[in-house]
Nanobody, 113 residues
Framework: VQVVESGGGLVQPGESLRLSCAAS????????MSWVRQRLGKGLEWVSD???????DYSDSVKGRFTISRDNSQNMVYLQMNSLKAEDTAVYYC????????RGQGTQVTVSS
């Protein structure tokens, strides 16, 4: 299994970023995919899920600002992040399966003026 996150960077509050996740080594289309994040010195925090039927769920902290999507033809998952806040600063990881297996290195998102 391989999971590679990309798209992070430094942005100002209120700006947007789109994270990408390339996955391989398992039957992608049948698996739940998720984004979790880890703020400096904190534990992992669930952000969003997208199920095999394309249904989605979001944490209250990002609902209405973030949108998760997937492209089964490319084995890709995306996280569109709008109206970013300083508290969104974290390393973002893409996970797979019901147990939210974490295999990638993550991508750093920094929101700062």
């Amino acid at each position: 299994v391989q999971v590679v996150e990309s798209g992070g960077g430094l942005v100002q509050p209120g700006e947007s970023l789109r994270l990408s996740c390339a996955a391989s080594g398992f039957p992608f289309s049948t698996h739940k995919m998720s984004w979790v994040r880890q703020r400096l010195g904190k534990g992992l925090e669930w952000v969003s899920d997208i199920n095999s039927d394309d249904s989605t769920d979001y944490s209250d902290s990002v609902k209405g600002r973030f949108t998760i999507s997937r492209d089964n033809s490319q084995n890709m998952v995306y996280l569109q992040m709008n109206s970013l806040k300083a508290e969104d600063t974290a390393v973002y990881y893409c996970t797979y399966g019901e147990a939210r297996e974490l295999r990638g290195q993550g991508t750093q998102v920094t929101v700062s003026s």
